[in-house]
């Protein structure tokens, strides 16, 4: 079973419009974190956000925020305002408690801005 | 602004070479990772690395891997025998201790793109 989901291989949004990227996961670990990653053509992965299991906010960074729904185990990305430099691969990603802090990333998705 | 960095940016090696990809993980981090990313594929973990050892390995990380941190600052990943599957985009990341015990934020290396013909 995949521990990171993520089903949209690709999402368009329109320049200064807001989008929500999704990403459910699956553990039975009551501690874990939560990461995503911006991924631009170059290749580089950039981190964005970070929700830990026990934060009783859901995290936010600039226009990045994380609509985190526990009990639906969902992360869902959301970037308001988007700009054409936020066109990218974005990874979902998740460290559980047990493990020495490696990450299992989704499949990514794909998001384009137009202007 | 301190940064992960990865030395070669890219690489092209024949099958069956040895390859080394060079890392300097963040000064004052204690956690180092491997990861790769086959093209157009998610990124894979490879191997954790804490207090000069591995701490966790994954089923790519076989053999033909192994890591090494022979200074304070380099942290290297050397594949012995290159095979065509190992062609993939590596990256090289590092995280400090957590302030919380769910807290750790990795930051990567720009990546080294390997090529194996």
């Known amino acids: 079973a995949q521990k990171i989901t993520q089903t949209q291989p690709g999402m368009f949004v329109q320049e200064k419009e807001a989008v929500t990227l999704d990403c459910t996961y699956d553990t039975s670990d009551p501690s874990y974190g939560l990461f995503w990653y911006k991924q631009p053509s170059s290749g580089e992965m950039i981190f964005l956000i970070y929700q830990g299991s026990y934060d009783q906010q859901n995290a936010t960074e600039g226009r990045y925020s994380l609509n985190f729904q526990k009990a639906r185990k969902s992360a869902n990305l959301v970037i308001s305002a988007s700009q054409l430099g936020d066109s990218a691969m974005y990874f979902c990603?998740?460290?559980?408690?047990?493990?020495?802090?490696?990450?299992?990333f989704g499949k990514g998705t794909k998001l384009s801005v137009k202007p | 602004e301190p940064e992960v960095t990865q030395t070669p940016s890219h690489q092209v090696t024949q099958m069956g070479q040895e390859v080394i990809l060079r890392c300097v993980p963040i000064s004052n981090h204690l956690y180092f990772y491997w990861y790769r990313q086959i093209l157009g594929q998610k990124v894979e973990f490879l191997v954790s690395?804490?207090?000069?050892?591995?701490?966790?390995k994954s089923e790519i990380f076989d053999d033909q891997f192994s890591v090494e941190r022979p200074d304070g600052s380099n942290f290297t990943l050397k594949i012995r025998s290159t095979k065509l599957e190992d062609s993939a985009m590596y990256f090289c990341?590092?995280?400090?201790?957590?302030?919380?015990?769910?807290?750790?934020?990795?930051?990567f290396g720009p990546g080294t793109r390997l090529l194996v013909l």
């Open positions: 990603a998740m460290r559980e408690g047990g493990s020495q802090g490696n990450l299992i």
């Open positions: 990341a590092s995280r400090g201790p957590p302030k919380q015990f769910t807290q750790e934020t990795q930051y």
């Open positions: 690395f804490y207090n000069n050892e591995i701490s966790e």
